[in-house]
């Protein structure tokens, strides 16, 4: 992978807001990094809305389930808090008489990841989301030595969302690998919106927008198109 920063090895895969897609975008670059011949490890920190990494609901599972090298393999290995309410970190730690630690947390990550690269994070929800009662998601990326993604919606409401999203990073001296803008949702944005999405972040911003990543029918298998945000990035 090709990046700026020392910290290319670990990408942290943050977004806009809460269900943006962020665990697609974490699912295709495990899969376009296995493709390249990688060896790519995942890792959802911090997991809300399930009771185990193995319920349904699960980011670990959902990215398991579709990497085929990671078939059969325990999505446990990729979470090291996982809380039943589908809240911001701190509280859904809090409605279980818990609280996250920072260190254990930053400790217990480099222990899993060892000698892998590149690592994978993916945060939960959006950048200003707290993680305790005096650490937001964003604090997470420098405490990781991570290099921040930014998955944002493509269609109406994203000029704002990610230009303010930028700035907290920017805020805190951490620059973008990127932007990529995530279309799932119907009806698809419309062409002339996307185009002035695009040049408003990108001018705006300073930073490139690698891309858009549309509907993906079959996980297991997207068509070769939705890698291509990914390869103007990386590689």
């Given at each position: 992978?090709?990046?700026?920063?020392?910290?290319?090895?670990?990408?942290?895969?943050?977004?806009?807001?809460?269900?943006?897609?962020?665990?697609?975008?974490?699912?295709?670059?495990?899969?376009?990094?296995?493709?390249?011949?990688?060896?790519?490890?995942?890792?959802?920190?911090?997991?809300?809305?399930?009771?185990?990494?193995?319920?349904?609901?699960?980011?670990?599972?959902f990215i398991y389930d579709h990497v085929p090298e990671l078939r059969g393999k325990d999505p446990g290995d990729s979470v090291l808090y996982c809380f039943k309410n589908p809240k911001a970190p701190y509280f859904a730690a809090?409605?279980?008489?818990?609280?996250?630690?920072?260190?254990?947390?930053?400790?217990?990550?480099?222990?899993?990841?060892?000698?892998?690269?590149?690592?994978?994070v993916e945060g939960a929800g959006g950048l200003l989301v707290p993680v305790t009662a005096h650490l937001l998601m964003i604090d997470l990326i420098p405490?990781?030595?991570?290099?921040?993604?930014?998955?944002?919606?493509?269609?109406?409401g994203t000029i704002n969302h990610t230009l303010l999203s930028i700035e907290a990073l920017r805020a805190r001296g951490m620059e973008l690998a990127g932007v990529v803008l995530m279309d799932s949702h119907e009806p698809q944005t419309p062409p002339e919106m996307m185009r002035e999405n695009i040049e408003a972040v990108e001018q705006i911003g300073k930073v490139r927008v690698a891309g858009v990543i549309g509907r993906i029918g079959d996980?297991?298998?997207?068509?070769?198109?939705?890698?291509?945000?990914?390869?103007?990035?990386?590689?």
């Open positions: 992978m090709r990046a700026s920063s020392g910290s290319a090895s670990r990408l942290f895969v943050t977004g806009t807001d809460t269900g943006i897609g962020k665990t697609v975008l974490s699912l295709l670059l495990v899969q376009c990094l296995y493709q390249r011949g990688r060896n790519p490890l995942y890792m959802k920190l911090i997991q809300t809305g399930c009771t185990t990494p193995h319920d349904a609901e699960s980011d670990a599972r809090r409605d279980e008489g818990m609280e996250i630690d920072p260190q254990v947390l930053r400790q217990s990550f480099e222990a899993r990841i060892a000698s892998r690269s590149p690592v994978i405490l990781l030595g991570a290099r921040p993604i930014l998955a944002a919606r493509a269609g109406l996980f297991s298998n997207p068509d070769d198109e939705c890698y291509a945000p990914l390869r103007n990035l990386f590689f």
